[in-house]
């Protein structure tokens, strides 16, 4: 069993940055893939970003070159780099495990969910 605990979400102005974390306890998170999806109200939960466990990773489009997926496996942690922050970002932010890039980017067969952090980014 893994618990999957974001944080780092807030408030923040347009142009701003924050850094969500996903720290796993449990099994240890190195043996998942891992990604952070978001839902904005009244939407669907969307991919946002995704990591192997060789580190090789994925961004979608809206995002890709603005925010940064990375981890750090001897801390169990994933992390979520985002710059430039627009208000269209402005949504709850999960962290997702599974066993391989393709159900973790799909949500097809997620094993771990988290249960959110909420980023709000103000015009």
């Known amino acids: 069993q893994v618990q999957l605990v974001e944080s780092g979400g807030g408030l923040v102005q347009a142009g701003g940055s924050l ?8 099994r240890t ?11 904005a109200p009244g939407k669907e939960r969307d991919i946002v970003a995704a990591i192997r466990r060789d580190g090789g990773r994925f961004h ?15 801390k169990n942690t994933v992390y979520l780099q985002m710059n430039s922050l627009k208000p269209e970002d402005t949504a709850v932010y999960y962290c997702a495990a599974a066993d391989t890039i393709f159900h973790v980017t799909t949500g097809s067969r997620v094993d ?10 103000s015009s």
């Open 19 to 26: 850094r969500l974390s996903c720290v796993a306890s449990g």
């Open 60 to 74: 979608a489009d809206s995002v890709k070159g603005r925010f940064t997926i990375s981890r750090d496996n001897a």
């Open 29 to 39: 998170s190195a043996t998942y893939s891992m990604s952070w999806f978001r839902q």
């Open 112 to 121: 771990y969910w988290g249960k959110g952090t909420l980023v709000t980014v």
